[in-house]
């Protein structure tokens, strides 16, 4: 059951982003809005699995979410 719920979060947030980013450059204060209420609502962890699974993006080379802009 938490793998089950660990995906529906995964694909919520993927979703988001993706919806965020379709918008265009423009929406840039959007995204870095969700980032930051995904932090405070300490989904960090959902997030860094998302920019690692679903882009590819190796986070662990930056060694704060400030160092990603």
Known sequence: MAWRSFKKDLDK????IDKIA???SDNFQ???DYVDNLIQ???YGVLTQVL???YQFDYSR???VSDVN
């Open 22 to 24: 379709k918008k265009g």
């Open 41 to 43: 609502s300490s989904q």
């Open 13 to 16: 947030v993927y979703s988001k």
């Open 30 to 32: 959007e995204y870095y």
């Open 52 to 54: 690692l699974i679903k």
């Open 62 to 64: 930056f060694l704060s």
